[in-house]
Every structure is written in structure tokens, then in C-alpha cells.
């Protein structure tokens, strides 16, 4: 952005108070939220409130602000205890210490922030700005896990434990992601900790897993959206039966990858049957409808682009009318490793850093910055405020953040705008 834009947009925009009008506009219970959530402080020496808190917390992810010294550090002026102050309706005469945010969350409830993603997310669907995002009706749900920390030494008793291929033994945190897909915007509708429970657990075999956590997640999704009917889309980890028994119980249909070393006798049907017939009149396009694996029935489809082959298994119908568009619903998977996880760990978010040793804060903070990530996104991607900055989220955040801290910014409450997002072509 030239210096002339930027000086204009200080001039005449507000990031702050854009932000801010987004979150009253489309998600108006958050901080109603965030005050309601359970408060096991001593309330005679409570010095901020429960919104205050969580604001603090909020507002420095959505400046770019990862670590929690900088926190304290860059948001240390003035002006920026003056703007929260109108942001929580609240007089501030300082903001909260790290360690004040950190001794909090220690003990917030993770089941009422689960409450909050799922308010998030349902409040977001039903402004039917996404519609025009589903295929069939249906909205395109990713699946993939990450990981989060590793130690060389044991960190608490919910620990992955990995033993690698040089004898070392790493204590490791994961979390298994769903996010729904509307072009290159991604929400988080359901995390997941992949974590042991039970302390007592020696036998590597017994821990928990990615696919035990799936499990457990589909049962909270079909839950909390019970109306919501998804295309589950996930890697060659789901490709078994299992997950097709989830999915089919859940009335989802589902796209999994198909790798080699997967569903064995699969794919050895699928390289003789194409190589009588390919199924599809378009070039490196392969189609064997209605394969019968045990008791379930699905469509396998192929693309081959230069050297890469990417194929999957379906029970979306398949023909030649619709192959390009299954095929490209199946490639939108790195979406969630891109446009996610990419994104929180090395651009905006720095997942991967511990924001506190404390097991529970730690997935608190995890659970806000899916809470930022989606704010972000909805002025990043929707908003005009942010189309000078051409897709640069560093720049963004610098923006956000030189004004909160610099300027008196004027917070006041304006819905005369509407957020616009991309289409994709399905």
C-alpha cells in the first residue's frame, strides 16, 4: 500500500471502529458472553471484570499480538487503555497484566467457550451470508489435525507421548480441527484436544488419537447443528469403513482421500477397472461409480495433474456433469492446512507458542484465537476497510495495532455496511 492510501485510510477509516461494528452487527452477544462466563476469583479482590479480560485477550490477537510480554508490553499507553474503556463500555484506569489474563483462564470453563464458538458459528450461518457457499445445500466441513507444542520432557499428564526413530521420546499436544470452507474463509466450528485422560496410561497403543477425538467431536457436532448437514472432507485417515458408518449415521456425506497404502484392495479395483475404462470423457479424469466395499457402496474419482494424483472416495453422485467440481471440493482440504492452520501458526497467531504452561489456559487461549481468527477474517476478506491493504494480514495488523495504541479512535456504533465475500464457482 502506498503511503499516500495509508494516510488516507487513518484519515477516513477506522479499523478499531470497524471491528468493532462487526462484532455488534453479527455476533452482538459476544461480550455478553464473555461477562457471563464463571468467575472463580475472589470477587472482593477482583480489580477487572470477566469482559475486560477476555476483551484485552481478544483485541491483542486481532492487532496480531501472540505473545503474552507483548500483550503487556504494546498495548502500555493510553490510548489504548482509553479506547478498550469505549469498546467494554467499561473505565479502565489500566489494562490487565498478563498474568492476570493467565490466572484467569486458568480456570475458565472450557465447555463455556465451546459455547461461544458454537454461538459464533450458528449466529454467523443464520445471517445466510454464507449460502451461497453450500454444494447441494450442504456446507463442505474440514477435517484435519495439528500439532500444537512438543517437550522434551513430560508436561502434564495429558501429553502425547511420540517416540521417534533415534530412540528420543517428545510430550506432545495436538488438537483436531473442523472448520466449514466458504472459499478462503475458513470457521472453525469445532476443536477438538487430542489429549490422554487417564494419567495411569503407559501402553502407547492406548492413547488417544486423532480418530478417537473425530468420534468424539461428531458426536458435539451433530449436537450443536443437528439441521446442519455437512460433506465431511478429510485426508486418507477417514477413508475406512468406520468413519463412512459415522458419516452415513449422521446423514453427512463425506470425500476422503485415497492413498496406496489405504483401503489396499480398493485401490487395486480401481487401477484395473480404469484401465479398461476410464469412467469420464475428460483427459486425466478416472470415475468407477457405485463400488461395492462391504456393505457400503461409493463413487471413486481421479485427477492427475502433471505428476500429482489426486484421488478420492465419494458418496456424492458423480458423472461427468459435476467430476471437475467433486474433484475441486476434494482439493479445498488444504484449505484448512493453508488458510488455517498456516496462517495461525506462522502469520497472524503463533499457534505453536505457549501462551502459559497451564494445560486448561492453554487451550482456553487456543479456543480465543479461533474467536480472533474468524473476527479477522470477517474484516480481512468481507469488509471494504480492508481492501487497500490487497490481502496483506501482517499489514493489517499493524494497522489495527498502530491505531489502537496511537490514535483516540471515536467508538461508535454504525450497521449501515454489509460484509461481501467471494464466490467460488461449484
Not at 234 to 259: E, H, M, Q, T, V
Not at 360 to 370: C, I, R, S
Request: charged share 25%.
Amino acid at each position: 500500500m502506498r503511503r499516500i492510501e495509508k494516510r488516507k485510510l487513518k484519515k477516513d477509516k477506522s479499523l478499531i471502529c470497524g471491528l468493532y461494528n462487526i462484532i455488534d452487527k453479527y455476533l452482538p452477544r459476544l461480550f455478553i458472553m464473555f461477562s457471563e462466563l464463571s468467575d472463580k476469583r475472589q470477587q472482593g479482590k477482583v480489580t477487572y471484570s470477566m469482559k475486560a479480560i477476555c476483551v484485552t485477550r481478544l483485541f491483542a490477537l486481532l492487532c496480531g499480538i501472540a505473545t503474552m510480554n507483548s500483550l503487556t508490553n504494546k498495548f502500555n499507553s493510553d490510548n489504548a487503555i482509553s479506547n478498550l474503556s469505549k469498546i467494554i463500555n467499561e473505565e479502565l484506569s489500566d489494562l490487565p497484566h498478563y498474568d492476570t489474563i493467565n490466572d484467569v483462564f486458568d480456570d475458565l470453563n472450557i465447555s463455556e467457550l465451546r459455547k461461544i464458538q458454537k454461538y459464533i458459528v450458528y449466529t454467523l450461518i443464520r445471517s445466510k451470508m454464507f449460502d451461497r457457499f453450500r454444494y447441494n445445500g450442504r456446507f463442505q466441513l474440514l477435517i484435519d489435525g495439528t500439532g500444537l507444542v512438543s517437550f522434551n520432557h513430560k508436561h502434564c499428564d495429558h501429553c502425547i507421548v511420540k517416540k521417534h526413530s533415534d530412540g528420543s521420546i517428545s510430550y506432545e499436544h495436538h488438537v483436531l480441527e473442523a472448520k466449514l470452507v466458504f472459499d478462503s474463509f475458513v470457521l472453525s466450528i469445532d476443536s477438538e484436544f487430542i489429549e490422554n485422560p487417564d494419567p495411569s496410561v503407559i501402553n502407547l497403543k492406548k492413547q488417544d488419537c486423532e480418530m478417537n477425538a473425530f468420534k468424539r467431536m461428531a458426536i458435539r457436532l451433530k449436537k450443536n447443528f443437528p439441521k446442519l448437514n455437512f460433506i465431511i472432507t478429510g485426508d486418507s485417515l477417514y477413508a475406512s469403513g468406520p468413519f463412512i458408518k459415522l458419516c452415513l449415521n449422521n446423514n453427512w456425506d463425506y470425500i476422503f482421500r485415497l492413498k496406496s497404502d489405504k483401503l489396499q484392495t480398493v485401490n487395486r479395483d480401481f487401477e484395473g477397472i480404469i484401465s479398461l475404462e476410464t469412467g469420464s470423457t475428460f483427459n486425466n479424469y478416472f470415475l468407477v461409480k457405485d463400488y461395492q466395499y462391504n456393505k457400503y457402496s461409493f463413487n471413486i474419482i481421479r485427477y492427475i495433474e502433471d505428476s500429482k494424483v489426486f484421488t478420492y472416495i465419494t458418496n456424492l453422485f458423480v458423472d461427468d456433469s459435476n467430476i471437475k467440481t467433486i474433484i475441486n471440493l476434494g482439493r479445498r482440504r488444504w484449505k484448512i492446512e493453508n488458510q488455517g492452520f498456516n496462517i495461525q501458526k506462522n502469520i497472524l497467531f503463533n499457534i505453536n507458542h505457549m501462551c502459559s504452561l497451564d494445560y486448561n489456559a492453554m487451550k482456553a487461549h487456543y479456543l480465543f484465537v479461533q474467536f480472533a481468527h474468524t473476527i479477522r477474517q470477517l474484516l480481512d476478506l468481507g469488509s471494504t476497510l480492508a481492501k487497500p491493504f490487497q490481502g496483506k494480514i501482517k499489514e493489517i495488523s499493524f494497522a489495527i495495532l498502530n491505531e489502537l495504541i496511537s490514535s483516540h479512535v471515536n467508538v461508535s456504533l454504525n450497521h449501515n455496511f454489509q460484509l461481501r465475500f467471494d464466490t467460488f464457482i461449484i
